[in-house]
């Protein structure tokens, strides 16, 4: 299995590792001398073996190309990432989803597989597994393995209630993800579970944390704040700080993706969020979403006018750009607004918000006074 992966990257060309965050950029002809290299079953050139030396301690002197270093063509598409849905079903019933539904349904074994290879094939890097809960699905495991047999960078986005499993864990240890993300909704079982609306949830996350914390496998942490846990902000940061690599506190939450309001009523009050200025976003040009069904959009919000990647194939991204600039113009209540200039919002989820009727000031500089 390879060792590193060597990949075009828009206009420029990387060298990474699995379960490593250190990467480098390369020029086009020492990307066309690895590809030669693996070609030929060259061993490892001297300089690649010195700059992994120096940036993971991997030792790769005298090894051969081939077995050791995965190169990835360069593609028409030129995508760089996606998230994926494998499915939307999910073992928890937090009332703060967004999701405008969480049915546990999906592409079958086959497809799926088709799925990956067109991802690939798309120049797809950095894939994140996505749900509802990734890890419930009878064929993540297989997927993993694919994606990361295809010399894709790896994310997981779980609530953790599987990473006790050991076929879960052994995986992770055997193919390192990039990159492993533990939603953290509480700091006790009687706060944990009853957000989650699922008994012993609590219980099977902290056996999760546990178990990846023994296996060595790195984990980050997202802090999910809302007014049901605000009181144990402390104790949740307390958790991160001794199973988690790093966390991050998120206390904005959104409407579901369809402007179903429901999920504005867990907002605690005081842990707004203060993002930065938007100023433009490449969702549509250099990543996409894709549903359990194959169906591609610009990004997990933003689904007007899907398109069905398993029907059209790869020729039905080349339409994805125009249809994610055509949901970035600003229209409805964002039209002609004072503030764009300074907005922290996307377009997309800005729509939610307004299609949801919420409050301005859980999303827009209207409502807060600012400005600025």
């Not at 079953?41 to 050791?68: F, H, I, Y």
């Not at 797809?124 to 894709?152: C, H, K, N, S």
């Not at 993300?181 to 079982?189: D, F, K, N, P």
Request: proline content about 6%; some cysteine; charged content about 20%.
């Amino acid at each position: 299995m390879h060792q590193v992966i060597v990949s075009p990257q828009s206009d420029k060309f990387v060298i990474v590792r699995p379960g490593a965050r250190k990467g480098m950029h390369i020029p086009h002809a020492m990307y066309r001398e690895l590809s030669d290299a693996v070609s030929s079953g060259s061993p490892v050139p001297s300089w690649l073996a010195d700059a992994s030396r120096k940036a993971w301690g991997l030792e790769l002197s005298g090894q051969p190309s081939k077995e050791t270093v995965l190169v990835r063509p360069i593609t028409r598409l030129n995508y760089s990432r996606a998230t994926w849905e494998i499915n939307k079903g999910c073992n928890f019933n937090c009332e703060h989803c967004y999701l405008a539904e969480r049915k546990f349904e999906g592409l079958p074994r086959d497809e799926k597989s088709q799925l990956l290879a067109m991802l690939r094939d798309a120049g797809v890097l950095w894939l994140q597994f996505t749900g509802g809960e990734p890890t419930i699905d009878r064929d993540f495991p297989d997927a993993y393995r694919e994606a990361y047999g295809a010399g894709m960078m790896i994310e997981i986005l779980t609530n953790g209630s599987r990473l006790h499993q050991p076929r879960t864990i052994d995986l992770l240890v055997s193919m390192p993800p990039h990159k492993v993300t533990v939603s953290l909704y509480g700091a006790s079982a009687d706060t944990f579970d009853s957000l989650t609306r699922k008994t012993g949830a609590f219980r099977l996350l902290m056996k999760g944390l546990s178990a990846a914390r023994e296996a060595g496998v790195s984990l980050e942490l997202a802090l999910i704040i809302t007014k049901y846990n605000a009181h144990e902000v402390e104790a949740m940061r307390a958790i991160g700080d001794e199973y988690a690599t790093t966390y991050s506190e998120y206390g904005n939450i959104s409407p579901t993706y369809d402007g179903n309001p429901e999920p504005l009523a867990a907002q605690a009050p005081g842990f707004l969020n203060k993002s930065t200025v938007f100023n433009g976003c490449p969702a549509g040009h250099t990543f996409f979403h894709v549903d359990p069904h194959g169906w591609v959009t610009m990004c997990k919000v933003g689904r007007e006018n899907p398109i069905n990647l398993m029907a059209e194939g790869l020729p039905g991204l080349l339409r994805l750009p125009a249809i994610a600039d055509a949901q970035m113009l600003r229209s409805g209540g964002c039209s002609g607004c004072q503030l764009s200039a300074t907005c922290r919002v996307c377009r997309p989820l800005a729509k939610a918000y307004q299609e949801a009727k919420a409050p301005l000031e859980t999303y827009c500089q209207h409502g807060n006074g600012d400005a600025a």
